[in-house]
């Protein structure tokens, strides 16, 4: 306000008998507060006080009640507010929902000020992924973030953020030494399109994060209509899950396996189904990722881990007996001693055990399930690289941890007619003889396939050619005959 204005104020109030009070704003950043008291036989006084600590104070406690400490984004309820005035206009927007995959890996394996650390760098990624600055990005709580971005063209702009979020977050992250990777899933709400206020917005987002997460990783999805009655039904699908161990509604079925050279059998895996008195039998495809989100797989793998072992007691000395075993149960501080007791309690010897690991297990970036592997070695147990090929850098996989067999994925087996896939699966077989690694053909269905693997030098064979997986009393006897055949 100028100084005449100012002047005529002054006289207003003091003419009208009132106080007045301003904050003055000085050049060196300090704020006083100047306060003009009438007195009562005419003139008036003036007050000055430095209120530059309050003013500081004030600002810092509206600054926390907005603002997340850690990472210095916007807070729930400041993403709340700007939500609310952006839907006051006529704008249209996007709303991201956010999630860290495996930030709980990073925080139990290199504690929380590491955690604390990785979310901070997160923030910083996430507020250089934006293009605008009307964007917003806000730290909702944990590993959780959201985002607001003004005006996409459609979904397409929309879509480029999510990938470039993908892509930065994928990259690993340093400090001393060390190499943390998280990936991010993202669920996006678009407005008008998907809701009209911002609860639903919000939810809508939240939905579309939780399906694409139940199918993968690093993935980021729009809402559909519709996507409700899917995220319910995969709630249904882990309460049911949860109930289902006590009340011993899993199986396992085992399947043969060969040495193609001698014809003979070496082994069996077992695989496991779900018998659901509603929904029948249900095959692990359909159950065991469920069961890894909700933490399940593990009871579950070491439920199958001792029943496998057991059944495989009874089986003719030197036998196999594979498990497949998930990163989650891998990593779970239990595992090596649950193993260890599958063993003794039936007296399998650690050399007929071979546990079956996919490649995510080996890309864990924690020593800790690599150290628990070694270990599990050197007790003489052996380690199978499952689904071979189907990753993203295999090869990369097998320097970083020396595994004992390789199973090259049944994708590659049921193309095999292909050249190129031909010329893969010879290389993969190559590989293995060089490396003195034993590689198992997955999916075997014709003689055909049989004959190609067996030309190009291939050790095992596991498929239905073989044999189907089948309840363990069909097994024993499937083995027991094979032995007996043998001796005679
Ligand atoms: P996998 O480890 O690759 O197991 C082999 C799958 O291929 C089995 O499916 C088996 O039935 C199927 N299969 C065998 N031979 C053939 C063939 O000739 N042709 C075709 N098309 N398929 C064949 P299944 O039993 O449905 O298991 C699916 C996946 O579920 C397994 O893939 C494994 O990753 C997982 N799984 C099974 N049991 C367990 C378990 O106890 N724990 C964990 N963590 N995962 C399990
Ligand atoms: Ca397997
Ligand atoms: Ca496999």
Same mark, same amino acid.
């Given at each position: 306000?100028?100084?005449?204005?100012?002047?005529?104020?002054?006289?207003?109030?003091?003419?009208?008998?009132?106080?007045?009070?301003?904050?003055?704003?000085?050049?060196?950043?300090?704020?006083?507060?100047?306060?003009? $008291?009438?007195?009562?036989?005419?003139?008036?006084?003036?007050?000055?006080?430095?209120?530059?600590? /309050?003013?500081?104070?004030?600002?810092?406690? +509206?600054?926390?009640?907005?603002?997340?400490?850690?990472?210095?984004?916007?807070?729930?309820?400041?993403?709340?507010? #700007?939500?609310?005035?952006?839907?006051?206009?006529? &704008?249209?927007?996007?709303?991201?929902? *956010?999630?860290?995959?495996?930030?709980?890996?990073?925080?139990?394996?290199?504690?929380?000020?590491?955690?604390?650390?990785?979310?901070?760098?997160?923030?910083? $990624?996430? =507020?250089? +992924?934006?293009?605008?600055?009307?964007?917003?990005?806000?730290?909702?709580?944990?590993?959780?973030?959201?985002?607001?971005?003004?005006?996409?063209?459609?979904?397409?702009?929309?879509?480029?953020?999510?990938?470039? @979020?993908?892509?930065?977050?994928?990259?690993?992250?340093?400090?001393?030494?060390?190499?943390?990777?998280?990936?991010?899933?993202?669920?996006?709400?678009?407005?008008?399109?998907?809701?009209?206020?911002?609860?639903?917005?919000?939810?809508?987002?939240?939905?579309?994060?939780?399906?694409?997460?139940?199918?993968? #990783?690093?993935? !980021?999805?729009?809402?559909?209509?519709?996507?409700?009655?899917?995220?319910?039904?995969?709630?249904?699908?882990?309460?049911?899950?949860?109930?289902?161990?006590?009340?011993?509604?899993?199986?396992?079925?085992?399947?043969?396996?060969?040495?193609?050279?001698?014809?003979?059998? %070496?082994?069996?895996?077992?695989?496991?189904?779900?018998?659901?008195?509603?929904?029948?039998?249900?095959?692990?495809?359909?159950?065991?990722?469920?069961?890894?989100?909700?933490?399940?797989?593990?009871?579950?793998?070491?439920?199958?881990?001792?029943?496998?072992?057991?059944?495989?007691?009874?089986?003719?000395?030197?036998? =196999?007996?594979?498990?497949?075993?998930?990163?989650?149960?891998? /990593?779970?501080?239990?595992?090596?001693?649950?193993? @260890?007791?599958?063993?003794?309690?039936?007296?399998?010897?650690?050399?007929?055990?071979?546990?079956?690991?996919?490649? &995510?297990?080996?890309?864990?970036?924690?020593?800790? %399930?690599?150290?628990? *592997?070694?270990?599990?070695?050197?007790?003489?147990?052996?380690?199978?690289?499952?689904?071979?090929?189907?990753? !993203?850098?295999?090869?990369?996989?097998?320097?970083?941890?020396?595994?004992?067999? @390789?199973?090259?994925? /049944?994708?590659?087996?049921?193309?095999?007619?292909?050249?190129?896939?031909?010329? @893969?699966?010879?290389?993969?077989?190559?590989?293995?003889?060089?490396?003195?690694?034993?590689?198992?053909?997955?999916?075997?269905?014709?003689?055909?396939?049989?004959?190609?693997? =067996?030309?190009?030098?291939?050790?095992?064979?596991?498929?239905?050619?073989?044999?189907?997986?089948?309840?363990?009393?069909?097994?024993? #006897?499937?083995?027991? &005959?094979?032995?007996? +055949?043998? #001796?005679?």
């Amino acid at each position: 306000m100028d100084i005449d204005g100012e002047i005529a104020n002054t006289r207003a109030s003091l003419q009208a008998g009132e106080e007045r009070s301003t904050d003055r704003s000085l050049a060196d950043g300090r704020t006083l507060l100047v306060a003009r $008291r009438p007195l009562a036989g005419g003139g008036w006084v003036a007050t000055f006080e430095d209120i530059t600590e /309050r003013r500081r104070a004030e600002e810092r406690m +509206s600054h926390l009640a907005h603002y997340d400490t850690l990472t210095d984004l916007p807070n729930r309820s400041m993403f709340r507010e #700007r939500l609310d005035q952006a839907m006051a206009g006529d &704008t249209p927007l996007a709303i991201f929902s *956010l999630d860290l995959d495996r930030f709980k890996a990073v925080n139990d394996t290199w504690g929380h000020p590491a955690g604390d650390w990785l979310l901070k760098c997160v923030a910083e $990624r996430l =507020r250089h +992924s934006l293009r605008s600055d009307t964007d917003v990005v806000a730290r909702l709580g944990g590993d959780e973030f959201a985002i607001l971005q003004f005006n996409p063209k459609g979904a397409t702009d929309a879509e480029q953020l999510a990938k470039r @979020i993908v892509a930065v977050v994928s990259q690993p992250f340093r400090d001393k030494g060390r190499d943390m990777h998280v990936g991010i899933s993202l669920g996006i709400a678009l407005y008008p399109g998907d809701g009209k206020d911002a609860d639903t917005l919000l939810k809508n987002a939240d939905m579309a994060l939780y399906s694409g997460k139940s199918e993968g #990783r690093n993935v !980021y999805r729009f809402f559909e209509p519709g996507m409700d009655a899917l995220v319910r039904a995969r709630l249904a699908l882990e309460t049911d899950l949860e109930t289902a161990l006590k009340r011993r509604e899993f199986v396992l079925e085992f399947q043969p396996i060969t040495n193609i050279a001698s014809g003979k059998i %070496v082994g069996a895996e077992a695989l496991m189904r779900w018998n659901s008195p509603t929904r029948g039998l249900v095959a692990p495809d359909d159950f065991i990722a469920a069961a890894e989100d909700s933490g399940l797989i593990v009871p579950l793998g070491e439920w199958a881990l001792k029943q496998a072992c057991s059944v495989a007691a009874g089986w003719p000395p030197g036998m =196999r007996i594979a498990v497949n075993v998930s990163a989650v149960q891998i /990593r779970s501080a239990d595992f090596a001693r649950s193993v @260890i007791s599958a063993l003794a309690v039936s007296g399998v010897p650690a050399s007929r055990l071979e546990l079956e690991i996919t490649e &995510t297990v080996l890309m864990d970036e924690s020593e800790t %399930v690599l150290k628990t *592997l070694r270990q599990l070695r050197e007790l003489g147990i052996r380690i199978a690289l499952d689904d071979f090929g189907t990753g !993203y850098s295999s090869l990369g996989y097998l320097r970083r941890f020396p595994v004992d067999k @390789i199973k090259i994925d /049944r994708s590659f087996i049921h193309d095999i007619d292909n050249k190129d896939t031909a010329a @893969i699966v010879r290389t993969i077989i190559g590989l293995g003889a060089e490396l003195g690694i034993t590689v198992t053909a997955e999916g075997v269905e014709t003689e055909a396939q049989l004959d190609i693997l =067996r030309k190009a030098g291939c050790v095992e064979a596991q498929g239905f050619l073989i044999g189907m997986p089948s309840k363990a009393a069909d097994m024993a #006897r499937l083995l027991k &005959t094979r032995a007996a +055949s043998r #001796r005679a």
